[in-house]
């Protein structure tokens, strides 16, 4: 990636992010372009060099966030850790994004509410392709052994609703830090699968 590519990507970041703070300051129909531009001190106009319209950069902060999940869980999926281990970072790595990028994260909810058309099939996919990677670390930890039988997608779905769940209590100025929230929910969510001795 060239120079100014580079440059163009940091900027875009630096937009949704900023973005998805008046999103959930304002809702998706209360905030307009203009609240987003002042707030990055831009004119209106300079914003739609980076984005066709307020649909637009709503979906590019959505795709920005699942493009990270993917890409932290597929690292992890091509890991020689064991299953358990995999589960583990899995569980630990999407509450470290969805609590340090609260307001992206946040935004992610009820998709189908919010989109429609390509922009919607697209997320979908995003979602489903990140959904199929925790059942394949459940589905690999199963076949070692290192799991008890369990239904893989009613497994996955607790998992995940107990992780986003999170976003509806967690504060940076809380009693406990990201870490040991991470580290306590990992314990508790891997005492369902591992195989008891």
């Known amino acids: 990636m060239s120079l100014r590519k580079k440059k163009i990507e940091k900027k875009k970041e630096e937009i949704l992010r900023s973005a998805a ?3 959930n300051e304002k809702g998706y129909h209360g905030a307009t372009m203009e609240d987003i531009a002042t707030k990055l001190l831009m004119t209106k106009g300079s914003m739609y060099y980076y984005f066709k319209n307020k649909e637009d950069l709503y979906f ?3 795709r920005m966030m699942i493009d990270k999940s993917n890409e932290k869980i597929e690292d992890i999926i091509n890991s020689e850790k064991s299953p358990l281990e995999k589960l ?4 630990i790595s999407h509450i470290k994004l969805a ?4 307001s992206m994260f946040s935004l992610m909810d009820k998709p189908e509410q919010k989109f429609s058309g390509e922009y919607l099939e697209d997320i979908l996919q995003q979602r489903s392709e990140y959904e199929k990677n925790f059942d ?3 589905n690999e930890g199963i076949q070692s052994g290192e799991f008890d039988h369990v239904d893989v997608k009613l497994l996955r ?3 995940l609703g107990s992780l986003n769940w999170i976003l509806e209590w ?4 809380g009693g406990k830090t990201q870490d040991e929230i991470s ?3 990992s314990d508790y969510l891997l005492r369902i699968v591992k195989k008891q001795c």
């Not at 609590?99 to 609260?102: A, D, F, L, V």
């Not at 967690?170 to 100025?173: A, Q, R, V």
């Open 21 to 23: 703070e008046v999103l």
């Open 60 to 62: 590019q902060c959505h």
């Open 88 to 91: 583990r970072s899995a569980i």
């Open 99 to 102: 609590t340090t990028e609260k």
């Open 136 to 138: 394949q670390i459940i």
């Open 157 to 159: 779905l607790l998992i």
């Open 170 to 173: 967690y504060s940076p100025e």
């Open 183 to 185: 580290e306590a929910f």
